[in-house]
């Protein structure tokens, strides 16, 4: 009988239960035992671990629940990534001995990791200690390298469509310029794949520096064409053409929280267009609520997976979405940098195609 461990960190997203439920269920089957640890890494760090017993009772009609029932925390002694991956550092020495003891106490004989980028290149650091570790990507940025896919990104494309779909008939009504600032902090897939899904007539990602005149002309051009009302969906990390982000407060620890950049692309349209506009943030409702139906099952196919890696030896990799297929990579290979929109990838032209504007 084996004994795995399971721990969600970092952000939450929808469809990190279904995880859990899927390796609950796939391990049961082989008659092994699944221990959770309470609030990411950090719960490996209590004598004796802050942790529970996952069955499959105490896991039944979780799937359709956002959050984790496990708890999750992006700050901690275990951060060794922030922002994009330029500032790293290493779990302490007495934190990576004081892991490996709960785990021999607990007689834990793999620790799966759910992450991001920063949570994963934990568990790397973890592996490379001699702990027996799997990842299991997770994040609705959908900015890890090595998997096509991360389950919580479809939800989350999903609260940006309903969102401008909302927004386009207060727009139509007003005649008014709705922008929308969306998740995204170095990638624009959320703004791209939800701004397309939406109808957005203007998207602007990090990736593509933009000038506020150019977004300017956009509108006015929509205007000379009888479409009196416009949508423009910003990911928060977008850059104007003078490569400054916009910083709401910074942090002590963990990552800078960015924000602002929507009000500021109002502001700015406002004044070169003469138009009414209106701000709408979405922030943390883009990680709530259920998860899609696609990220249900992705999030139980990654999780079913994961103990088939376990089973077949696959330590030190990650589950890996490719071509509809659930494979793995070692999870080196999926923190060594952050994936990024190429500026032009056949989304975006696609998106171009249909008349969107990135405002370059």
């Given at each position: 009988?084996?004994?795995?461990?399971?721990?969600?960190?970092?952000?939450?997203?929808?469809?990190?239960?279904?995880?859990?439920?899927?390796?609950?269920?796939?391990?049961?089957?082989?008659?092994?035992?699944?221990?959770?640890?309470?609030?990411?890494?950090?719960?490996?760090?209590?004598?004796?671990?802050?942790?529970?017993?996952?069955?499959?009772?105490?896991?039944?009609?979780?799937?359709?629940?956002?959050?984790?029932?496990?708890?999750?925390?992006?700050?901690?002694?275990?951060?060794?990534?922030?922002?994009?991956?330029?500032?790293?550092?290493?779990?302490?020495?007495?934190?990576?001995?004081?892991?490996?003891?709960?785990?021999?106490?607990?007689?834990?004989?793999?620790?799966?990791?759910?992450?991001?980028?920063g949570s994963l290149t934990?568990?790397?650091?973890?592996?490379?200690?001699?702990?027996?570790?799997?990842?299991?990507?997770?994040?609705?940025?959908?900015?890890?390298?090595?998997?096509?896919?991360?389950?919580?990104?479809?939800?989350?494309?999903?609260?940006?469509?309903?969102?401008l779909d909302r927004l386009?008939?207060?727009?139509?009504?007003?005649?008014?310029?709705?922008?929308?600032?969306?998740?995204?902090?170095?990638?624009?897939?959320?703004?791209?794949?939800?701004?397309?899904?939406?109808?957005?007539?203007?998207?602007?990602?990090?990736?593509?520096?933009?000038?506020?005149?150019?977004?300017?002309?956009?509108?006015?051009?929509?205007?000379?064409?009888?479409?009196?009302?416009?949508?423009?969906?910003?990911?928060?990390?977008?850059?104007?053409?003078?490569?400054?982000?916009?910083?709401?407060?910074?942090?002590?620890?963990?990552?800078?929280?960015?924000?602002?950049?929507?009000?500021?692309?109002?502001?700015?349209?406002?004044?070169?267009?003469?138009?009414?506009?209106?701000?709408?943030?979405?922030?943390?409702?883009?990680?709530?609520?259920?998860?899609?139906?696609?990220?249900?099952?992705?999030?139980?196919?990654?999780?079913?997976?994961?103990?088939?890696?376990?089973?077949?030896?696959?330590?030190?990799?990650?589950?890996?979405?490719?071509?509809?297929?659930?494979?793995?990579?070692?999870?080196?290979?999926?923190?060594?940098?952050?994936?990024?929109?190429?500026?032009?990838?056949?989304?975006?032209?696609?998106?171009?195609?249909?008349?969107?504007?990135?405002?370059?």
């Open positions: 009988m084996k004994r795995i461990g399971i721990l969600t960190s970092g952000g939450d997203c929808p469809g990190l239960n279904a995880v859990l439920r899927g390796v609950v269920r796939a391990a049961s089957n082989l008659d092994w035992e699944v221990i959770g640890f309470h609030d990411g890494f950090e719960g490996l760090l209590p004598e004796g671990g802050d942790s529970m017993a996952l069955t499959r009772a105490n896991t039944a009609g979780i799937m359709h629940l956002g959050g984790t029932m496990l708890g999750t925390t992006s700050k901690g002694h275990f951060i060794t990534k922030v922002g994009d991956g330029s500032n790293r550092s290493h779990v302490p020495p007495a934190v990576l001995a004081q892991t490996k003891r709960t785990l021999a106490a607990l007689r834990i004989d793999v620790l799966i990791c759910i992450g991001g980028d934990t568990a790397q650091q973890l592996h490379e200690a001699g702990i027996p570790v799997i990842g299991v990507p997770k994040t609705i940025d959908n900015d890890l390298e090595a998997t096509a896919m991360t389950f919580g990104f479809d939800s989350a494309v999903a609260c940006v469509a309903d969102a386009h008939t207060t727009a139509s009504s007003h005649k008014r310029i709705m922008v929308i600032e969306v998740m995204g902090r170095h990638a624009g897939w959320i703004a791209l794949y939800g701004g397309l899904a939406g109808g957005a007539d203007i998207i602007l990602i990090p990736e593509i520096p933009f000038c506020h005149e150019r977004v300017a002309a956009a509108v006015k051009k929509r205007d000379a064409e009888g479409c009196l009302s416009t949508l423009i969906v910003v990911a928060e990390g977008a850059c104007e053409t003078d490569g400054k982000e916009r910083f709401r407060s910074t942090a002590t620890e963990g990552e800078f929280k960015l924000g602002g950049i929507g009000a500021v692309v109002s502001n700015e349209v406002a004044h070169r267009t003469k138009k009414e506009t209106r701000t709408c943030v979405l922030g943390h409702l883009q990680r709530g609520g259920a998860p899609t139906t696609l990220d249900r099952i992705l999030g139980t196919r990654f999780g079913v997976h994961a103990v088939e890696m376990i089973a077949a030896g696959k330590l030190g990799e990650m589950v890996s979405y490719q071509n509809y297929e659930v494979g793995s990579v070692p999870i080196a290979d999926a923190v060594h940098r952050i994936k990024l929109v190429l500026p032009d990838c056949q989304m975006v032209q696609t998106c171009r195609a249909v008349g969107i504007s990135f405002g370059d």
